[in-house]
Nanobody
Framework: QVQLVESGGGAVQAGDSLRLSCAASGRTFSNYAMGWFLQAPGKEREFVGAIGWSGSTIYADSVKGRFTISRDNAKNTVYLQMNSLKPEDTAVYFC????????????????????????WGQGTQVTVSS
């Protein structure tokens, strides 16, 4: 079991930066793969990026070069640093987690689909104005 709580969202102007945090409670945080997703009103949940147990990352094409995912296992926290924000980034951002066995992750691609994650936070709103 793991519980996830996002924070750091808010209203900003285009070009500004935000840093979202996802604090986790539960056992063996270092053995969880983590993902970030966004959902706009009336739309399906979309992949933003993911970070594996080893620290490797992948990103959606729309955020490459602007967003960075990192994790601090000592603090049981994963971060989404968002730079050069655009109005089209406006959405609710969700943190997700799934337990993994590191030795069984060798050669396995990082997870891009919502149904590959077991646990979800409540979401945090990000609004970017022109």
């Amino acid at each position: 079991q793991v519980q996830l709580v996002e924070s750091g969202g808010g209203a900003v102007q285009a070009g500004d930066s935000l840093r979202l945090s996802c604090a986790a409670s539960g056992r063996t945080f270092s053995n969880y793969a983590m993902g970030w997703f966004l959902q706009a009103p009336g739309k399906e949940r979309e992949f933003v990026g993911a970070i594996g147990w080893s620290g490797s990352t992948i990103y959606a094409d729309s955020v490459k070069g602007r967003f960075t995912i990192s994790r601090d296992n000592a603090k049981n926290t994963v971060y989404l640093q968002m730079n050069s924000l655009k109005p089209e980034d406006t959405a609710v951002y969700f943190c997700a987690a799934v337990p993994v066995v590191p030795l069984r992750e060798v050669g396995r691609p990082l997870r891009r689909k919502p149904d590959e994650y077991d646990y979800w936070g409540q979401g945090t709103q990000v609004t970017v104005s022109s």
